[in-house]
Structures are given as C-alpha cells and as structure tokens.
C-alpha cells in the first residue's frame, strides 16, 4: 500500500497548495488533508463547515506492532455549540471540548492485521460519510452556521 499523501488543499480551486506565497487564495481556505479526504473536505466547505485538517490515522493497538486500528481525525475551524450535522452515522462522534464541537471523529469498533484491509475499511468508511454529507441541507446548514458565528 502506498502512504497517504498529506498536503495543503485549497477548498476554493480544489487543488493542493505548493507555494502559500503564490497561491491566489488566501490562506484560511487552505485544509491539511490526505488525498482520501478531499470529498469529505469538499462537501464540508459546501455546508459551510470549515476545516482546518483531515486525516486518516492506522494506530497500532496493544503491543502487537502489526495490529491496526483506523480512524479519521477532522478538525474544525470553527466551534459551535450544537451537533451541526445532526445524527452522525454509526461509528462517527462529534469531539467535544469546553462546550463545543471542535472535530469530526471516526473510530472503527474493528483491528485489521493487514494495512491493505484498514485501508480498504477507511475508503468503505469514507465513502459512507460522504454519501451521508450529501443528504444534509446545504442551505440550512449554511444559515445555521452564519446565525451562530461568534
């Protein structure tokens, strides 16, 4: 399995950032983000949810270096004090921290011995979160987040 690639990501252009000092747009639309990602990111920014990393993580569980545990890590760039999405499907969490959601959190219930299992759960998963993502209201979402800014 090749490692994922984590880049900056412009959200606006849609394309990863080489240069900060060249880049047209500014910096604030810029994500940390592995290649997996990008649709998850994308539709986010289309609900009017900022982010500022998205990444996949393969932790090792135990003392077994070969046992891996995957999850997903998305950090907002803006707190709220309400579930902004609603329900998450299964396995998903909003990351909770002095009263407010600061991340998007998935952690799978199952290990995998095989990098290329983890990884196939991980695009399984993501998959899933997007098709999910494209059934929330954009335009309410957006107003909601608008109405609540501090």
Known sequence: MD???VRDYCVQCKKPVTDCAKHEHQIRHSVLADDVMLGIVDRLYDLGIATVMAICTFNRTGSAPDINHPGIIIQL???VTYEMLGELPAGW???????????LDFNDWCTYIDISEA??????????????????????????MLLTAD
């Open 93 to 103: 969490a909003y990351g909770w921290k002095d009263g407010k959601v600061f991340s």
């Open 3 to 5: 490692d994922l690639q």
């Open 77 to 79: 760039s803006e707190q």
């Open 119 to 144: 990884m196939t759960r991980i695009n399984a998963v993501v998959g899933e979160f997007e098709a999910y993502l494209d059934t929330r209201d954009a335009e309410g979402t957006r107003a909601i």
